[in-house]
């Protein structure tokens, strides 16, 4: 039986936005339906459109609509949730409004929390309005969106006026990667197995790769993307995040603190970036018209919204160097784009060779077994091994086994956001960023950032519908490797 959570009042600043509408409302509907949410809590939706609550309640009926799955939207559930919603019209940068937002909140509730799904640059000005009327006390908790700030300066800025605000414990800085099931099971299946743990290093790991893809295009957020690009929207957050999960060192205990500081490690031991380094291990590229899903698309420029002659790249793939003792000598490759071939989230541990195969020419590829932590579209772990063939003589061919836990067709895998909402109501900040964190990942990226900034050189030109420009598979192809085939399925 799952803990129901303590009593909440959450207030959304973009509550009518995308992400509120795919994510968070969505998530907060499945754990109302599965009883996980207190009886008494609320939620409250802030945004600039001049609707009525009944037609926000409208709106949120279709998100949910499309974006569960078939037989989702169950009638009484929804009539019970939509008691728990209202809508307020505002416009967050007006501090006169917030009056109105004080007429809604429940004084008695001392849970309270304010999500920010908005803009970055919004952040320091709700959180003083918060503060300068009283809405906020020490029990308060905020929850900020990714990508805080445009490089190291801006995330400062930004950074320094929100703790003006509110205390560290109080900032919850989510990266619903953190959320996936697949994600908690890579440190469970690391650190509670020792024949795994004892793998996990230079001596035995041949290189790791970590990729984000997308089929999609910008779609409706061209204003968005071209103010963020593809190192912004996932590097700096997702990538960097999964890369701190893969890469860090046992935790002495599995509270918040003891796993961040050793994320932060991660992300102090990256070997800094040199201008030559720059233009040798780093690929920026941008989708042209192609076909993708079976349908011709147009280029990133053709896009409505995208600034004619834009330089913002919509594919981003570099390979990383940790210069630590585990980890001496293994590079990680870092892609993620837009418009590329297959929509998937993979982590693959490549190991390494072995040393002398006693098999002889039965298997026609390397000897080499492979982990993969796939994230998306479907979560799940395969190990790829070899077996015998089936016959006479020693034939040998690979096989792969399933590290999945055991799921039935009808079980529904709970959405990144269910879990991290609910870690916010408990005030659990586990999977959440820590300010050195987000500091540090900043400091690593901005020389690459500044190196762009200086140059006249646009993106290196990508087929929409392929796996990116051909400079990604030479950045391997240089050391000897290609990236691993996406096409599988999860066992």
């Not at 994600?183 to 650190?191: D, G, I, K, P, S």
């Not at 006479?392 to 269910?418: C, F, I, K, Q």
Request: with cysteine; charged share 25%; proline share 5%.
């Amino acid at each position: 039986m799952q803990s129901v959570a303590l009593p909440f009042e959450l207030v959304i600043f973009g509550g009518a936005g995308d992400l509120s509408l795919r994510k968070l409302m969505p998530s907060l509907f499945c754990l109302h339906c599965d009883q996980r949410l207190h009886q008494t809590g609320r939620i409250i939706a802030i945004a600039r459109s001049h609707y009525t609550r009944e037609a926000f309640l409208e709106q949120v009926r279709q998100a949910l609509e499309s974006h569960l799955s078939k037989g989702g939207l169950i009638e009484q559930r929804w009539s019970e949730f939509a008691e728990r919603l209202d809508y307020l019209p505002m416009d967050a940068k007006d501090r006169s409004s917030y009056f109105h937002l004080r007429q809604k909140l429940n004084p008695d509730i001392s849970n309270r929390i304010f999500y920010f799904a908005t803009r970055s640059d919004l952040y320091a000005v709700i959180s003083e309005s918060l503060r300068n009327e009283g809405l906020a006390d020490d029990q308060t908790k905020i929850v900020l969106e990714k990508p805080i700030g445009r490089d190291l300066a801006t995330a400062r800025q930004v950074d320094e006026r929100v703790r003006q605000c509110f205390h560290e414990r109080q900032i919850f800085r989510i990266d619903h990667y953190l959320g996936k099931e697949t994600v908690q099971n890579l440190l469970v299946l690391r650190f509670a197995n020792t024949i795994m743990e004892s793998q996990w290093n230079h001596k035995y790991v041949d290189h790791i790769q970590i990729t984000i893809s997308e089929t999609l295009g910008v779609e409706e957020r061209a204003e968005f993307y071209e103010n963020v690009g593809a190192l912004r929207d996932m590097l700096q957050n997702h990538l960097l995040q999964l890369l701190c999960m893969t890469a860090m060192e046992p935790p002495s205990r599995l509270d918040a603190d003891s796993v961040r500081d050793e994320k932060v490690k991660v992300l102090r031991a990256l070997k800094r970036w040199s201008p030559s380094l720059i233009q040798e291990r780093v690929v920026r590229g941008q989708y042209v018209p192609g076909v993708s899903d079976g349908k011709s698309v147009v280029g990133y420029l053709e896009e409505a919204g995208v600034e004619p002659g834009s330089c913002t790249e919509t594919f981003v793939a570099l390979r990383v160097d940790i210069e630590n003792w585990r980890w001496a000598g293994v590079p990680f490759y870092l892609r993620t784009g837009k418009r590329l071939a297959q929509r998937a989230c993979e982590i693959v541990v490549q190991f390494k060779e072995l040393p002398h195969s006693i098999f002889g020419p039965t298997i026609q590829s390397p000897m080499s077994n492979r982990l993969i932590f796939r994230l998306q579209p479907d979560e799940g772990i395969r190990l790829q091994l070899f077996e015998k063939r089936s016959g006479p003589g020693m034939g040998v061919r690979a096989t792969e086994l399933s590290l999945s836990p055991g799921r039935t067709r009808t079980e529904r895998t709970p959405d990144a956001y269910e879990r991290l909402l609910m870690d916010v109501i408990e005030g659990n900040q586990t999977l959440f960023v820590r300010q050195d964190e987000l500091m540090a990942a900043w400091e690593w990226l901005d020389p690459v950032l500044e190196a762009w900034g200086q140059t006249d050189a646009r993106p290196e030109p990508y087929t929409a519908g392929t796996w990116g420009p051909p400079s990604a598979t030479l950045l391997l192809a240089r050391d000897g490797r290609l990236w691993a085939d996406m096409a599988h399925p999860v066992l």
